[in-house]
């Protein structure tokens, strides 16, 4: 399969290894991956911040870049979860039936990169090997948008070596929400206290999720309180170690 990375602008900005890791494992599961050097960003920051005009031409930039694209992977939810909840919201906000047509043909296209695996590909087991106590952070937009439910912990319970430790409240946010942390500083604070209150509970080594927005949340608490808790995103540890030879038939299509 010819799988398009949408590598989202947070991602490209300032987490590269998550990029990375994507390709690798795809690679390693027998697809072929493309990069798009035209991409930018999903539109998503201006339309939560009040933006929407300005967010439209955004939006159909990226349906200009991946229009005649067989796939589209992400590994984000927040930025998948733009698109499937506010696209067609954008253009109809214009009166762009045409843009709005086609968001409709593309969407069915679009995948966060933990649902292509299990729901695109049907594997659940890639062959990782990762060796350390984990606990899984299920970010807002995976839950209440996306509802991946437990798609990302069934591909982690299938790593080896790796100890998938549960941790309570796993439904409550961490208190990012992109600009929710810098305009309602002292209830993002609160609500980081708990979650990595959470977090430190589970005695994990590493917490990961599938949005590095609250990855990099959590981890500037963990940092600051010198926990030694490493963060990582799931295609880091799904991408890490292990045998894949056996998993590239199974995983093209």
């Not at 649902?115 to 807002?140: Q, W």
């Not at 798609?151 to 990012?176: A, H, M, S, W, Y």
């Amino acid at each position: 399969m010819r799988v398009s990375l949408f590598i989202t602008c947070y991602n490209d900005s300032l987490f590269p290894e998550t990029g990375k890791a994507v390709v690798s494992l795809l690679e390693r599961l027998g697809h072929e991956v493309e990069f798009r050097p035209k991409q930018t960003c999903c539109g998503q920051m201006h339309w939560n911040t009040g933006y929407l005009r300005e967010a439209v031409p955004i939006v159909r930039h990226f349906v200009d870049v991946y229009r005649d694209a067989e796939t589209i992977v992400i590994p984000s939810s927040s930025c998948v979860s733009m698109m499937r909840d506010h696209y067609l919201k954008a253009a109809e906000s214009v009166g762009d039936a045409h843009l709005a047509d086609e968001i409709h043909a593309l969407l069915p296209r679009v995948f966060e990169f933990s649902e292509f695996l299990v729901k695109k590909l049907g594997l659940e087991d890639v062959g990782a090997s990762y060796p350390h106590k984990v606990t899984y952070h299920a970010s807002c937009h995976s839950e209440r948008s996306l509802h991946l439910g437990d798609i990302p912990i069934r591909l982690l319970k299938n790593v080896r070596g790796l100890d998938l430790l549960p941790i309570q409240n796993i439904e409550e946010c961490c208190g990012f929400g992109g600009t929710f942390a810098i305009k309602n500083a002292d209830v993002s604070s609160a609500m980081l206290a708990d979650k990595v209150r959470s977090v430190l509970n589970t005695g994990a080594e590493v917490c990961t999720a599938v949005d590095n927005s609250c990855l990099m949340h959590l981890y500037g608490s963990l940092h600051r309180q010198r926990t030694f808790v490493r963060t990582a995103h799931i295609a880091e540890i799904l991408a890490s170690g292990g045998d894949h030879a056996s998993q590239s038939e199974a995983g093209r299509q």
